[in-house]
């Protein structure tokens, strides 16, 4: 089946989809846990291979860490799947409901947007993510993950594909497809695809923009920064550095660059170097950094780099203003985070910061749709359009307007015989 067939045929299932209840979807993100479970073994060895296959190519490579898939990584994804479940259903809420006129009512309700067609890195727990995203909002998924993870997105798909399709779903709802080839195709079925997710570089988020007339919503660049105050808590300041850079070094939520005040600069770096060198992270810094501790010497590349390794570059910054001025000039927009324990500071850094998320005295990892309580997330946006940081049911809807008359023509309103009343009213669409 082309591309073009497998888009028509997501766009038909979408339809149908859109109009199932809350129970049958639930039902069915339950019958994918189950079955996720049951074929634990199969999965595993699926991503084995692809991992041997990567290893052997570039045994170094920090994708290593992003594309292994064993009980950790399942057990996660099934809980967020199950998490997932307990969420409000977010289809037919009404989310504004107005009188026009005495019989003449208007309500806004919510939707799925339809066919979303996802181009994603060589994470096999992002397919289960998205795809169970999709099924909870009711939309129809075209998936693309990194051919690195060939063979355990194929068997991902296959599992949630059969029991969704088992437990009541249209077939065709989900669609796995792996060539180069495709994605240049799939770029042009504006009229099956109704929105594009790239997760990947800055480059390669534009290159989609630049090449499709579908909208898209860009997941780009995670350069994320942790600036330390003048006044930050020294018993607060290494927990929170040492997680953000190596609790998971691969996401893309983890500091980058770490950015610290000229004042507290000479007492506090060498203890952040010897954390993170207990760590295994290399650093490398700007030219007052390095007349403090010995590290190498950060480029201006650094500080435009993702690093997604153990590495961590460092900036000596004379104010609060310079760290936001760094951070908006070479920041991703996606998570940037103050150590202070001055409120007006931290209010200043938190409003002028130009980022998706913006967090005090924690950790940057806290960025991501299932620690948020959205259940998971089909990625962190940082475009500026209807959703933005992680983007998990609400980002996946949008909504229609339903009106309710009794007769009413607009001639009686234009001839002055009826005049609109606006008037709010505090209850949901009946329809």
Known sequence: MSIQERAHASKKASIRLAALDGETKNNALEAIAIKLEARKTEIIAANREDCARVAAESPDTPLLKRLRFEDEKLAEVTEGIRSLMKLPEPVGQTKLATQLDNGLDLYRISCPIGVIGVIFESRPDALVQISSLCLKSGNAVLLKGGSEAANTNRILAQIISEASVEAGLPEGWIQLIETRADVSEMLKLSDDIDLLIPRG???????????????????????????????????????????????????????????????????????????????????????????????????????????????????????????????????????????????????????????????????????????????????????????????????????????????????????????????????????
């Open 201 to 431: 570089s800055n480059d390669f988020v534009k290159y989609i923009m630049d090449n499709s007339s579908i909208p898209v919503l860009g997941h780009a660049d995670g350069v994320c920064h942790i600036y330390l105050h003048s006044d930050a808590d020294e018993a607060k300041m290494l927990p929170i550095l040492v997680d953000a850079k190596t609790q998971y070094v691969a996401a893309c939520n983890t500091m980058e660059t770490l950015l610290v005040h000229e004042s507290v600069a000479a007492r506090l770096l060498p203890e952040i170097q010897a954390a993170m060198e207990a760590k295994n992270v290399a650093l490398v810094g700007c030219d007052q950094t390095r007349k403090i501790i010995s590290v190498g010497e950060a480029t201006e590349k650094d500080w435009r780099t993702e690093y997604v390794d153990y590495k961590l570059s460092i900036k000596v910054v004379s104010s609060l203003e310079d760290a936001i001025e760094h951070i908006n000039t070479y920041g991703s927009g996606h998570t940037d985070a103050i150590l202070t324990e001055d409120e007006a500071a931290a209010k200043t850094f938190m409003t002028l910061v130009d980022s998706a998320n913006v967090f005090w005295n924690c950790s940057t990892r806290f960025s991501d749709g299932f620690r948020y309580g959205f259940g998971a997330e089909v990625g962190i946006s940082t475009s500026k359009i209807h959703a933005r940081g992680p983007v998990g049911l609400d980002g996946l809807m949008i909504y229609k307007y339903k009106l309710i008359g009794h007769g009413q023509t607009v001639g009686e309103f234009a001839s002055g015989k009826l005049t609109y009343t606006h008037e709010a009213l505090n209850k949901d669409c009946p329809l």
